[in-house]
């Protein structure tokens, strides 16, 4: 089955801090995706990135960088030099192949950023 | 702005009524999500439509149903509310049906069931 796993509940760092999220997930099928979305306090879901099984490579966006690794079913998630406006939560997930070809998502609990001023 | 829009963006009830929220997709898109967060479950996928017809189905309950209409938008039906369905549902959309493209996310329906 599915699981996700954000052991992080909450991160407090100061500003111009690296922090990075971790997200550890468990699928038995060969093909599947990953994300990361941000909801800031103000509510609504942001998509950041998606990564699909095959392509272990690590991107960056700008001060957002993303580490995959097939071998410990990992796909973290660095902020490069944290502003206030990085306050949000995080949230990792996980797409497989649904029971009628579409895709199913299944997301992990969240990680609650504060940065600080 | 993501150009998905949810109606309405509050909701109150009782429990055991029925309420319908409402989901008009971005332009072109012809997949839209439905997903619930809750402060018990979390963030959950709920159901998937793509042109009409479903395509994936989540953690739906037998009380819940959803159907996209010809003009692609979405309506989500809970029925027999109780009090833990009070949560916010979230709306998405997509060009395609599957994970290779971007789900953009309505701004949600905040249910609340006293």
């Known amino acids: 089955a599915q699981k996700v796993t954000q052991a992080q509940t909450e991160i407090s760092v100061v500003e111009k801090e690296d922090v990075t999220l971790d997200c550890v997930y468990e699928?038995?099928?060969?093909?599947?995706?990953l994300f990361w979305y941000k909801q800031p306090p103000s509510g609504e879901l942001v998509f950041l990135i998606r990564?699909?099984?095959?392509?272990?490579q690590n991107e960056i966006s700008g001060r957002y960088s993303w580490n995959f690794q097939k071998s410990t079913s990992s796909f973290n998630f660095t902020i490069t030099a944290s502003q206030v406006v990085d306050s949000a939560v995080y949230f990792c997930?996980?797409?497989?192949?649904?029971?009628?070809?579409?895709?199913?998502?299944?997301f992990g609990a969240g990680t609650r950023l504060f940065v600080k001023a | 702005d993501s150009g998905v829009t949810q109606t309405p963006k509050h909701l109150i009830t009782a429990t055991g009524q029925r309420v319908t929220l409402r989901c008009s997709p971005r332009?072109?898109?012809?997949?839209v999500y439905w997903y619930q967060q809750s402060l018990d479950q979390g963030l959950q996928f709920l159901i998937q439509?793509?042109?009409?017809?479903?395509?994936a189905k989540g953690n739906i309950l037998e009380r819940f149903s959803a159907q996209q209409f010809p003009d692609l938008h979405s309506e989500l039906n809970l029925s027999s509310l109780e009090l833990g369905d009070s949560a916010l549902y979230f709306c998405?959309?997509?060009?395609?049906?599957?994970?290779?493209?971007?789900?953009?996310f309505g701004p949600g329906t905040r249910l609340t069931v006293l």
């Open positions: 332009s072109g898109d012809l997949s």
């Open positions: 990564r699909n099984s095959f392509d272990e």
């Open positions: 997930a996980l797409s497989e192949k649904g029971n009628t070809g579409g895709f199913k998502t299944i």
């Open positions: 998405a959309s997509s060009v395609g049906a599957g994970t290779t493209d971007t789900q953009y």
């Open positions: 699928t038995r099928d060969t093909t599947y995706y």
């Open positions: 439509y793509y042109n009409g017809e479903e395509r």
